[in-house]
Nanobody, 123 residues
Framework: QVALVESGGGSVQAGGSLRLSCAVSGHPYRVAWFRQGPGREREGIAAIWTGSSRTYYEDSVKGRFTISLDNAENTLYLQMDSLKPEDSGMYYC???????????????????WGRGTQVTVSS
């Protein structure tokens, strides 16, 4: 049984950095970070496959965010640099035990979710 608990959210000024953590129990095949801004759909922003170096990033975060997985600590990270106000929202950790059937960033591809952590970026 996979369970996920996020931490590390907070408030930061534009241009700043935050690192989100997700404690992962169980052994999922792949894990990801999603973001849901005010009035917006939940969107996938980064994903990593636990048994390989395969990663994906949503275009708006490429070059600014880095997803990583510490297998020894069973922790998923999201290092967020050069933050922008539009990065604000709830950030969720997600996991799946099978390969994706369609687009990795679709909410429907991820059956297991954490409760989220809030990120606020002020201008």
């Amino acid at each position: 049984q996979v369970a996920l608990v996020e931490s590390g959210g907070g408030s930061v000024q534009a241009g700043g950095s935050l690192r989100l953590s997700c404690a992962v129990s169980g052994h999922p095949y792949r894990v990801a970070w999603f973001r849901q801004g005010p009035g917006r759909e939940r969107e996938g922003i980064a994903a990593i496959w636990t048994g390989s170096s395969r990663t994906y990033y949503e275009d708006s975060v490429k070059g600014r965010f880095t997803i990583s997985l510490d297998n020894a600590e069973n922790t998923l990270y999201l290092q967020m640099d050069s933050l922008k106000p539009e990065d604000s929202g709830m950030y969720y950790c997600a996991a799946a035990n099978l390969d994706e059937l369609g687009y990795w960033g679709s909410r429907s591809e991820w059956p297991v979710w954490g409760r989220g952590t809030q990120v606020t970026v002020s201008s």
